[in-house]
């Protein structure tokens, strides 16, 4: 197949493939029909190929790729790039799609990410952290479970440059603490995120106000090991 596309005998590869369920000779017929200008029958092609034998990944891939090249940037981003370039974790699928279409603003490709992942919004907060995004990374974990630990890492090193941000992070970190979330949790966890919140509030200068925002979210603690 890869010799008869080196060769531009596109025709020849659409007709050997024919009806095969093979994946591998589906992509060089998608490739080869894209080749000869017929874009739109190339991604039908794909589209129709998608099965239990078939990765969508696979198929977003190619059809992404097509789309790409006819200029349709945005189209390719909204169809097949959202699900295309998912990572291991929720930062590395942010950054990938970030690098694949430059023309967008980070707020916009948080948001959009945000959405296809209902209900795991706080898990996107160390994405919107990196990217500066501050007040969306705050309304995130506010929106669902986020790892206290993150949210302690980030009160710790932003303590000094962004308190209101800092204490906002440590806060979070103890109510999802006090509601049971965390791997493994020891005293040592909660301890990290008391004292860099709390670093944050000397910052600010209202440890008080911070402190009796923490007895609130401990006396509102849920059932469970306290």
């Known amino acids: 197949m890869s010799a008869l596309y080196r060769a531009e005998r596109y025709q020849e590869i659409v007709e050997l493939v024919g009806e095969q369920e093979i994946r591998s000779y589906k992509s060089w017929a998608v490739k080869a029909l894209a080749a000869t200008g017929k874009k739109s029958e190339a991604i039908r092609y794909a589209e129709a190929s998608r099965g239990s034998w078939t990765r969508d990944s696979a198929v977003d891939r190619l059809c992404e790729e097509i789309v790409q090249s006819s200029g349709l940037a945005d189209e390719a981003y909204r169809r097949y790039g959202l699900r295309e370039h998912r990572a291991g974790t929720y930062l590395a699928t942010f950054r990938a799609v970030a690098r694949k279409y430059p023309h967008k603003?980070?707020?916009?490709?948080?948001?959009?990410?945000?959405?296809?992942?209902?209900?795991?919004?706080?898990?996107?907060?160390?994405?919107?952290?990196?990217?500066?995004?501050?007040?969306?990374?705050?309304?995130?974990?506010?929106?669902?479970?986020?790892?206290?630990?993150?949210?302690t890492r980030a009160a710790r090193d932003l303590a000094a440059q962004r308190p209101d941000f800092a204490i906002g992070a440590g806060l979070l970190a103890l109510r999802w603490l006090a509601n049971g979330f965390g791997y493994e949790v020891t005293g040592a966890d909660v301890w990290a995120a008391y004292s860099s919140t709390i670093t944050a509030a000397e910052q600010k200068g209202n440890v008080a106000e911070v402190r009796e925002r923490m007895r609130q979210i401990i006396s509102a603690e849920g059932p469970g090991d306290s």
């Open 105 to 151: 603003s980070p707020r916009e490709i948080l948001h959009d990410l945000v959405h296809t992942t209902p209900g795991d919004e706080g898990k996107w907060f160390a994405a919107a952290k990196e990217e500066g995004l501050y007040d969306e990374a705050l309304e995130l974990a506010s929106a669902s479970p986020c790892d206290p630990r993150t949210l």
